[in-house]
């Protein structure tokens, strides 16, 4: 199950701030709905869900685009967990 | 309900504080639409990537490009520079708005032959010009530069063989201030090279010099550079009428007018840099006027401009092939053309443009073609909104030296349509195909076959 980090404070604007490092980092619109998504618990099936009844997307491209940010985030260090559920 | 677009999910860091070492960010809008025809339907209908070139957007950069320069000066003559663009289409729109044509070998000398120019209205520049081609220059009347004294004693015996009277000018290479200095073509001004070179000919008795001529480099966006070497030609004209009673036909000042691309690497953007065409013609007509050369006897103004007068009207239009996150984070964008369709982003940090509508949202990528090598990117890192695989992309101001230095490597050189003054396409070079290459090959008889 992927987890964001305890120390990673994150805006309704998609400002991310991470305070053991200072470093911050913006998500765009579709990026902040899996963060928020991600931090209310739902596992990958959950996130798809949500994507699929909203968006213009098939099922496969948002897989690889979804592995493709998740790998993103553990690269910055704002994640913790495995990447498949 | 109809459903939203969806747009890659990305997150980037913010470097606060610190100025972007891109400059400035700036939007990239869309260009959906060349000359009203949608770059969408024109891929689907010739295939994907496509060169496309605006005839409207030749036409009117000739046209204001002649007004710069015949508001400034009585007696104006463009020449076509083969080299920056030999598709017989895209020549013979600059034929019919008056252009001679300028050809620097046998090849392009026959092209424009072929595409009905006058012998006597092409100009044959460069050092590799055979003796069959000064043969046929010669007995056509065109206008021979001599690039070197090889050349030129060739050209004596060949006048003497023949019994002909061949027109000829010297070129000149010169110090205008722009380094380094392109002294590998012609006659040397300063260390008084350019000048024996005249009284060589004066003294054949054999030739007729009717000009003088000079191209101090390419993508100049100095000014003053034109305005010394139109002074320095100008005082060879002089000194020649003075000695000889000789009034020359004409001065060709050559190309290299910059285009409004953007250098690689270059701060600011070539839409605010290049010179604009009354700039330079600003520049070069005063030059000549306000030399010692007599009034009356103002030699008519060659220009061999090149990419200025055709880089803005060329596109190039693909699709996204694949996008990746590279070892260390940073982001790539694969597209369907690379550096052997687009030599010139060797040179230039391209104008490269969404198609499709994208968000504001932007990343730090680079663009990198198709091929199997290292070297093939298109554009280093750039801000570039967030195309995904199957969307299309447009390169704009790729007319200049593409069409004529494209490499054909590990595919086809691809479909070039010219959308007419209406923007309707016409396809003006096929695709290759495997016939085309094939076509040129022959297989010796003991390598025809093999048992695998
Ligand atoms: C002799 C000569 N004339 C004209 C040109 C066209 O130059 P540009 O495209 O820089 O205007 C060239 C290009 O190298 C050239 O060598």
Known sequence: ?85 | MSKLTFERPIIQRVNAGLPSKYGIPRRLEPISHIDGSSIRSLLEEFGSPLFVLSEQTIRKTYREAYRAFSSRYPNVQFSWSYKTNYLNAVCNIFHQEGAWAEVVSGFEYHKALENGVPGELIIFNGPDKSIEDLKLAISNNSLIHIDHFDELYDIIHLSREMNERPKVAIRVNMDVGIYPIWDRFGFNYENGEAWDAINRVMASKTLDLIGLHTHIGTYILSTEAYRIAAGKLASLAVKLEKKYGLALKYIDMGGGFASKNTLRGAYYPGTDTAPSFDDFAEAITSGLMSSEIKPDHLPMLVLETGRALIDEAGYLAGTVLATKRLSDGRRATIIDAGVNLLFTSFWYDHDIRPVEIVSDQTEDTTLYGPLCMNIDVVRGNLMFPLLKKGDHYVIRRVGAYNNTQWLQFITFRPNVVMLDMKGKPHLIRRRESLETINSQEEIPDHLKNFNL
Request: hydrophobic residues 40%.
């Open chain 1, 1 to 85: 199950m992927l987890k964001i980090k305890n120390n990673i404070a994150i805006s309704d604007s998609g400002f991310v701030f991470d305070a053991r490092t200072g470093d911050s980092f913006t998500l765009n619109t579709t990026g902040l709905e899996i963060v928020q998504l991600i931090k209310e618990g739902k596992d990958y099936q959950g996130v798809l869900q949500v994507f699929l009844d909203k968006y213009e997307v098939d099922p496969e491209s948002f897989e690889r685009y979804y592995l493709d940010f998740v790998a993103t985030l553990k690269h910055m260090n704002l994640i913790e967990g495995n990447g498949e559920d």
